[in-house]
């Protein structure tokens, strides 16, 4: 693993973002539902935490303790005083937890800040437009600046609109959430079988449109050989 990276968990989607997830910069994972973007977000986590890291996971959809065991299996009671979890119930409270975290940034320098999923409490503030886009804005501005000051690595989850222009899903939040992402994959469901589709749309060291399939197993996923 690069100095500059922290495992995802999974060496294929290591190799699809050029080693890991990449420290002082937000990679964002989106699609659709059930597409598997909080298995890939706990995974991420549990391999920080088995790493004997701290991990600040802030969690807007509700957080499996369940899944959570499953994945972590026999080291989820021994890694999980070091997650330290936040879970907003409305968009203005998840703008809240995110500057609460940063005092378990300074106190315990955690290796990987979560956010599962930035945009599902946004979306139920769509209504108030540009003031929620600048909400959204600053939320992200907060955790890209903890990336620079104490240099973990951040993952973000979004969910998908249909973009009827281009007849294409595409990530909520507009270009503020795409251009303060350094690397964006796009997960799909594909049909039979329930295997996911993970592929790059965003990089600035690796070519888009790399891909790989995989499914959700009890451990976490399992990529297609």
Request: with cysteine.
């Amino acid at each position: 693993m690069k100095a500059d990276r922290r495992s995802s968990g999974n060496p294929a989607l290591d190799r699809l973002l050029g080693g890991g997830l990449e420290l002082r910069t937000i990679t964002q994972i989106f699609g659709g539902p059930a597409s598997g973007k909080s298995t890939l977000s706990m995974v991420a986590a549990i391999s920080c935490l088995r790493a004997g890291d701290s991990v600040v996971f802030i969690d807007s959809e509700g957080f499996s303790t369940e899944r959570f065991r499953q994945i972590a299996d026999n080291d989820s009671a021994a890694i999980a005083d070091r997650l330290f979890l936040f879970e907003p119930i409305d968009f203005e409270q998840q703008g809240s937890m995110i500057v609460e975290a940063d005092k378990v940034l300074r106190q315990h320098q955690p290796g990987l800040i979560v956010l599962d999923s930035a945009t599902a409490l946004y979306r139920t503030d769509l209504e108030k437009g540009r003031d929620a886009m600048q909400m959204l804005t600053r939320q992200m501005l907060q955790l890209l600046g903890y990336a620079k000051r104490y240099e973990p690595a951040v993952l973000i989850t979004n969910q998908v609109y249909m973009d009827t222009t281009r007849n294409t899903f595409a990530g909520l939040g507009g270009t503020s959430l795409e251009h303060i992402s350094k690397a964006i994959v796009r997960l799909d469901r594909l049909e039979g079988a329930g295997w996911r589709r993970a592929t790059l749309v965003k990089h600035r060291s690796r070519p888009e449109g790399a891909w790989f399939d995989f499914e959700l197993v009890q451990d976490g996923i399992r990529a297609r050989e």
